[in-house]
Nanobody, 126 residues
Framework: EVQLVESGGGLVQAGGSLRLSCAAS????????IGWFRQAPGKEREGVSC????????YYADSVKGRFTISSDNAKNMVYLQMNSLKPEDTAVYLC???????????????????WGQGTQVIVSS
């Protein structure tokens, strides 16, 4: 059974940093793409970043380029999202998602992913 568990969310002031973690289990990590998404109240789910575990290729939404960094530790089946220079508009529930790399044509499109975690809340105060 595929399981994804996020952690690391919290309350931070604008300009601050947070590091989110996604613990994955139940699948062969090296074959999967892991994505970070976010959803603010009343808004659609938005792709933030993605990493292909096989070769470390990364993808970012324009809104977070230069501020967020995705990384993975394949030995631990972990994916991280380092978020720097946070803005109030980054406030959302952040979720990680996974699916076979071969099935992912648009890495930051949430509809490409079948497996989801429950999410972790990030609140950025102004």
């Amino acid at each position: 059974e595929v399981q994804l568990v996020e952690s690391g969310g919290g309350l931070v002031q604008a300009g601050g940093s947070l590091r989110l973690s996604c613990a994955a289990s139940g699948f062969t990590f090296d074959d999967y793409a892991i994505g970070w998404f976010r959803q603010a109240p009343g808004k659609e789910r938005e792709g933030v970043s993605c990493i292909f575990s096989s070769d470390g290729s990364t993808y970012y939404a324009d809104s977070v380029k230069g501020r967020f960094t995705i990384s993975s530790d394949n030995a631990k089946n972990m994916v991280y999202l380092q978020m720097n220079s946070l803005k109030p508009e980054d406030t959302a529930v952040y979720l990680c998602a996974a699916d076979w790399e071969s099935r992912i044509a648009a890495p930051t499109d949430p509809y490409e992913y079948d497996y989801w975690g429950q999410g972790t809340q990030v609140i950025v105060s102004s």
